[in-house]
């Protein structure tokens, strides 16, 4: 599967933006996803997971209650909802496929896909 993360830019604290991840490929919905960041000096962050069917989820706890995952399965997209952004949460986002359906882990995203830039200014 080859995923293409889109929809990163500038926004101001407090602000919200919307992340997509379209996946090529018939077999999305066999897919658990993910979201992961990586800020400048610092590890990879899980963000957050979403189960093959949509319904189940899991959040870091850094952005629990700020930020949704979604899917589409028919559109071959998930989504990352970012509301109440703060500085902290400037990095460069990527999204993952899971083949093991196991969402909550950070283990198990074998693919991924480019990043893009989320910048919060203060």
């Known amino acids: 599967v080859q995923l293409q993360a889109s929809g990163g830019g500038l926004v101001q604290a407090g602000g919200s933006l919307r992340l997509s991840c379209a996946a090529s490929?018939?077999?999305?919905?066999?897919?658990?996803m993910g979201w992961f960041r990586q800020a400048p000096g610092k590890e990879r962050e899980f963000v957050g997971g979403?189960?093959?069917?949509?319904?189940?989820?899991y959040y870091g706890d850094s952005v629990k209650g700020r930020f949704t995952i979604s899917r589409d399965n028919a559109k071959n997209t998930v989504y990352l909802q970012m509301n109440s952004l703060k500085p902290e949460d400037t990095a460069v986002y990527y999204c993952?496929?899971?083949?093991?359906?196991?969402?909550?882990?950070?283990?198990?995203?074998?693919?991924w896909g480019q990043g893009t830039q989320v910048t919060v200014s203060s």
């Open positions: 993952a496929a899971n083949p093991y359906n196991t969402w909550y882990s950070l283990r198990g995203y074998t693919y």
């Open positions: 490929g018939r077999t999305f919905s066999s897919y658990a």
């Open positions: 979403i189960n093959r069917s949509g319904v189940r989820k």
